[in-house]
């Protein structure tokens, strides 16, 4: 077994946590990696960080870059990458050390079929120096799902209602990124799960492999943390929920239709002040055609 795996770790006023996600890529029981730090216009120390570390092992890459956001910098790490799997990490987060190496066993004990595998994963508080594990992230946050790869039926379905995983718990191989293209720079959050929504609705296979410990991902809870950032996720799943809305699936379990009647309601309430009756009848007997359309098309889909 040696595939490479390039590991990308995009750094935006994060280097206090840097040495500790480097340390966790260092000690991974599989060694035939890449890591590429991106430097995404940082004003702290990320760079002397970073050399420090990629005087210690070659296999520590270096991209700087102006800021663009956290897509952007991911986005430059995967043009970089060489290797045929992706492991994505944050500059604040860490991997238990056999992550990597049980992963790509299951791969291939599973024979193929896989493009994405997803590792469990689990939190913990910054402030807390022994690091204790917890199951509920900010707000009794429990995301995490467990697919396997026959689940296809309400796959779409399950990732229109909420994003079952971290970015750093999978392991992607690089074809998903050929077949689906990067991240979308345009969101300011909630690029994973715009990601991963793309990957269900073109048929990307997904496949869990468990939550034995030192096989996880850790994520670190601190005020910093853009999970923590609740005004910025709230913009962001409304630029994310404008981008999806004509996906038929995507908008009946967000309840996007509902709102599109109710704003019809209100336009056809003042439209009855200057326009004839029978009008307004042809189009109530229109938008009642259209409904019914799409419950017959959502039928189909199931």
């Known amino acids: 077994m040696r595939n490479l795996v390039s590991i990308i770790i995009p750094c935006y006023k994060q280097a206090q946590y840097l040495p500790d996600a480097l340390d966790s890529i260092l000690s991974q029981t599989y060694s035939y990696w890449e890591c590429i730090i991106v430097n995404d216009g940082s004003p702290d120390n990320t760079e002397q960080v970073t050399q420090e570390w990629l005087a210690r092992d070659s296999r520590f890459k270096y991209i700087k870059k102006e800021n663009g956001g956290l897509s952007s910098a991911r986005n430059a790490g995967l043009r970089a990458a060489i290797g045929e799997y992706i492991q994505l990490l944050d500059a604040d987060d860490v991997l238990e050390r056999n992550k990597i190496n049980y992963q790509l066993n299951y791969l291939n004990d599973q024979g193929g079929g896989i493009d994405i ?15 204790q594990l917890l199951i509920f992230g900010p707000a009794e946050l429990l995301p995490e799902v467990t697919i396997c790869r026959d689940d296809k039926k309400d796959l779409v379905k399950l990732f229109a209602k909420r ?3 971290v970015v750093s718990a999978p392991l992607y191989h690089k074809k998903v990124f050929q077949k689906i293209g990067y991240f979308d720079e345009e969101l300011s959050a909630n690029e994973d799960w715009d990601f991963h929504f793309r990957c269900a609705a073109n048929g990307v296979v997904f496949q869990h492999c468990g939550c034995l410990p030192e096989t996880r991902t850790l994520i670190r809870l601190h005020p910093g943390s853009m ?15 404008d981008k999806h809305a004509d996906n038929l699936i995507f908008a009946s379990e967000n ?7 109710l704003w019809m309601e209100q336009a056809l309430y003042f439209l009855k002040f200057f326009v004839p009756p029978a009008f307004i009848w042809l189009i109530r007997r229109f938008q009642g055609l259209a409904s019914d359309s799409l419950a017959f098309i959502k039928k189909l889909v199931r």
């Open 163 to 165: 994003n079952p995983m």
């Open 117 to 131: 595998l997803v590792s469990g994963y689990r939190y913990f508080q910054d402030s807390d120096k022994t690091m």
């Open 227 to 241: 999970i923590t950032d609740r005004r910025n996720m709230i913009n962001s799943l409304r630029q994310f929920q």
């Open 255 to 261: 309840r996007l239709m509902i709102k599109k009647r």
